[in-house]
């Protein structure tokens, strides 16, 4: 049996753009630039299964949208790359669901539960509120943060905060996790300094603004391409936020398409700014 081929990832990224237009100008730029076909589902999920050092770049929202899923594989997968998040780790290792409507508990391999992180203190001493109340720095903000675990502690908190504001670290490092209902976060603050905060944390609204927003194009592109398996209920918004640039920057251009191949690699920007430039060189 002949060994299934892994797409580099110049390939995956202009794979990814070439399934937003139709299936005869596809296969035309394939014969034009040399380009493979898709790459095999069952490769793809091998991919995913190895050391991921290219999900080192991802914005934390990205990993809740693949723990989203509610798999316990893809949760498994994901255990290295949320190591500096305790919230998302304690609820991978509880089994706690982060899929819309769903109650849970999930399944969940016994040396994840083993690695839970420890419960602080505070917690056992003042509960879930009392803990974050009590906080005098960020590192204790932190780990009282991360026994937030489930839809009704999050609403707990938000009332909290609405009753009494919380203190400045709480409000910090609760906002800044990815699983914060939008909601929730909103009542922690909006003013400049905040929103930096949680873009320098990697909160991301959604596919879309990932999509277009975020750079490098390749990353973006190459994470893109394996979202029918890490989000597949979410990929297509990122599609439909870049199938019109695509159409009216590339379309049916071969030329572009080729362009937009050797320019990916080394293209530093966001990928609508290298759309649109490998449509104007060509």
């Known amino acids: 049996m002949l060994a299934m081929r892994e797409n580099s990832r110049v390939e995956q990224a202009v794979g990814f753009l070439l399934h937003l237009v139709d299936a005869e100008t596809a296969e035309r730029v394939r014969a034009r630039t040399g380009l493979p076909g898709p790459e095999d589902p069952r490769t793809s999920r091998l991919r995913l299964t190895r050391a991921w050092t290219w999900a080192r770049r991802l914005p934390s929202s990205v990993a809740l949208w693949v723990l989203e899923n509610d798999d316990p594989a893809l949760n498994a997968m994901m255990w290295n790359y949320i190591a500096n998040d305790a919230g998302l780790r304690r609820a991978v290792a509880r089994g706690v669901p982060f899929g819309p409507g769903r109650t849970g508990p999930l399944r969940v391999d016994r040396a994840l539960r083993e690695q839970e992180p420890e419960v ?12 974050l109340r009590a906080v005098t720095s960020m590192g204790q903000a932190r780990a009282a943060a991360s026994m937030v675990l489930t839809a009704d502690d999050w609403w707990t908190v938000g009332e909290a905060d609405v009753d009494r504001p919380l203190p400045g670290y709480a409000r910090w490092a609760l906002s800044v996790r990815p699983d ?15 929103t930096h905060r949680l873009r ?11 999509a277009t927003a975020h750079g490098p194009a390749v990353d973006v592109l ?7 398996v890490l989000f597949p209920a979410r990929v297509h ?3 439909d936020a870049l199938r019109p640039l695509v159409r009216d ?12 191949a ?3 690699e080394t293209f530093h920007g966001r990928t609508p700014e290298l759309v649109m430039t490998a449509g104007a060189i060509a």
Not at 121 to 131: I, K, M, N, Q, T
Not at 181 to 187: D, K
């Open 200 to 210: 320098e944390a990697g909160i991301v609204d959604g596919p879309a603004e990932y």
């Open 262 to 264: 050797q320019l990916m």
């Open 120 to 131: 602080p203190d505070s917690y056992v001493r003042h509960g879930l509120v009392g803990a």
């Open 237 to 239: 918004e990122a599609q």
């Open 180 to 194: 914060c209902p939008p909601l929730v976060r909103e009542g922690f603050g909006s003013h400049t300094k905040f």
């Open 222 to 228: 190459e994470v893109l391409a394996v979202g029918h």
């Open 249 to 260: 920057h590339l379309g049916e251009s071969e030329e572009a398409w080729a362009v937009l």
